[in-house]
């Protein structure tokens, strides 16, 4: 049948009008002016997520996490969740943006699209966690998410319920929780942390995460506290060119945590930070699955130093340390680190020596070669300690303890023979497990295969220079 004009000129108003299947979520994206429907129209995104600043897209469906308020069931109208969690878009203080145009003279849009005080004055907690749960599925190494530059933004901690409460020793609030790959760029901002809350933290699914550029601070520079300016929960997290000041601990990567589970984190690599008067700890590695990491260009100014509580150990390349030694340690491996590897590290006079309880741990380089007090293998400004074992369990050490210019056993011996000087006789000899060389010289009377293989000491002394005159001879007459 054929329809006259008016007729299909109502059918085209209905359609574009929405109505009939609009409700049953059958909605046609609009066309752009190139013939195109726009990204956010093709995924469905409703009008208030929409004008983003700095271009941000999602390039899928949102994945939201159970413990915030996305998926707590809110009601259609954006009121809230049944339980009554709030919507943080019905916070009368957080404004819906696209362009910064569209804010207060001292805030910038967000680039989920939130107007935030950009001055350190006002909490921007909220809003920013909320653009940071509305961040679609990481599909690789983390979603883009870039901070407004230049800024002083201020978070407020929120209670975590996952943490103990009981524990008075640890931070209960966190600013900025994380749970998805992200790649947070600060954009050279400033983060002004409430005291005694963990500023960033990335929790278990934000695995090979990265973030960049960013300095945090308390709020009360003054005010000793346990506060963290990162804590890491996740796997292979890249921290790059960061400044945390003040904290109680700068940057923590645990397995255990309070009643936060187990952690994987193993393999991070962490980049040119500086971590300056953090009260307890500049840099804390601890508990079984925190080994394999690569920290380069870690300078300590001030406070509390490295601590690396790892199961195997991990690797520092030019490490800078400056603190007060009567204070604070400057960088302590305890004997669960057992293979840290260090190279170049810098240390000042004043910082305390740094100890490693490893035994298996390697330093190379740098000016505190000397200064290592380690049972391990250091190579350097002469002051090299190293040690070699072969197929047949034959080990030495160059050099020994003391006056031993080399210790070395046999696995069928059990014990250990020392090539020692004895000041007091001015005379060396070999010592068994350092005991004096009288009952253990070797000497034909002593050893049970007779003198063929062993002479006195002084008759061993009178040979090498019988040997060395005839040399001289020998080259005496070939020069004559």
């Known amino acids: 049948m054929r329809m006259s004009a008016p007729a ?3 059918v085209v108003l209905l359609i574009a009008s929405g ?4 409700d049953s979520g059958d909605w046609m994206p609009e066309a752009d002016s190139a013939g195109t429907a726009s990204v956010d129209q093709m995924h469905h995104r409703p009008d208030h997520l929409r004008g983003q600043s700095r271009n941000h897209r999602s390039n899928g469906k949102h994945h939201h996490k159970g413990k915030h308020w996305h998926d707590k069931g809110g009601s259609e109208d954006g009121g809230g969740d049944e339980n009554g969690a709030d919507n943080p878009d019905d916070n009368p203080s957080i404004t819906r943006c696209s362009t910064d145009s569209e804010c207060e003279s001292h805030e910038a849009c967000s680039q989920g699209g939130r107007c935030i005080d950009v001055t350190g004055q006002e909490s921007v907690t909220e809003a920013l966690q909320a653009d940071i749960d509305e961040l679609p599925e990481a599909v690789g190494l983390g979603v883009p998410y870039e901070l407004p530059p230049n800024s002083i933004l201020r978070l407020n901690g929120i209670n975590d319920n996952d943490v103990d409460n009981d524990n008075a020793d640890a931070p209960q609030k966190v600013g900025l929780l994380i749970e998805n790959g992200i790649i947070l760029e600060g954009n050279g901002s400033r983060i002004l942390a409430d005291n005694d809350t963990v500023a960033i933290r990335l929790g278990d699914d934000s695995d090979w995460s990265r973030v960049s550029n960013l300095w945090i601070d308390p709020i009360n520079m003054g005010q000793v506290h346990s506060g963290i300016g990162i804590d890491v929960r996740s796997h292979g997290v890249r921290l790059e ?5 003040r904290m109680g601990t700068g940057i923590r990567a645990h397995t255990h945590v309070d ?8 393999g991070q690599q962490w980049s040119r930070i500086v971590l300056a008067n953090n009260y307890e700890h500049g840099l804390h590695i601890r508990s079984g699955d925190s080994n394999a990491g690569l920290f380069m260009g870690v300078e300590i100014l001030g406070g509390g130093g490295i601590r690396d509580d790892s199961f195997l150990g991990n690797t520092y390349i030019a490490p800078k340390i400056h603190n007060d030694g009567n204070q604070h340690e400057s960088m302590m491996r305890t004997r ?3 293979a840290s590897t260090v190279l170049g590290m810098y240390l000042e006079d004043v910082s305390a020596d740094p100890v490693s309880e490893a035994p298996y741990d390697l330093h190379v380089g740098g000016n505190a070669i000397h200064r290592t007090q380690t049972q391990g293998d250091r190579i350097g400004r002469h002051h090299s300690r190293i040690r070699f074992a072969n197929d047949r369990g034959v080990r030495m050490r160059i050099p020994g303890g003391g006056h031993e210019p080399f210790a070395f056993s046999h696995p069928d011996d059990g014990q250990e023979w020392r090539l020692k000087y004895f000041p007091s006789w001015r005379e ?5 497990q350092g005991s004096t060389p009288l009952a253990y010289s070797w000497t034909g009377v002593q050893h049970p295969d007779g003198p063929g293989l062993f002479v006195p000491v ?3 002394r009178d040979s090498l220079w019988a040997i060395f005159d005839a040399l001289f001879d020998a080259v005496e007459e070939n020069y004559e």
């Open 336 to 338: 669960n680190a057992g």
């Open 458 to 460: 002084e008759e061993l």
């Open 428 to 432: 060396w000899g070999m010592s068994l």
């Open 19 to 22: 109505c009939g299947d609009g």
């Open 8 to 10: 299909v000129a109502m």
């Open 241 to 245: 060119n960061l400044m945390i000041r």
């Open 259 to 266: 009643d936060l589970g187990h952690a994987n984190v193993n």
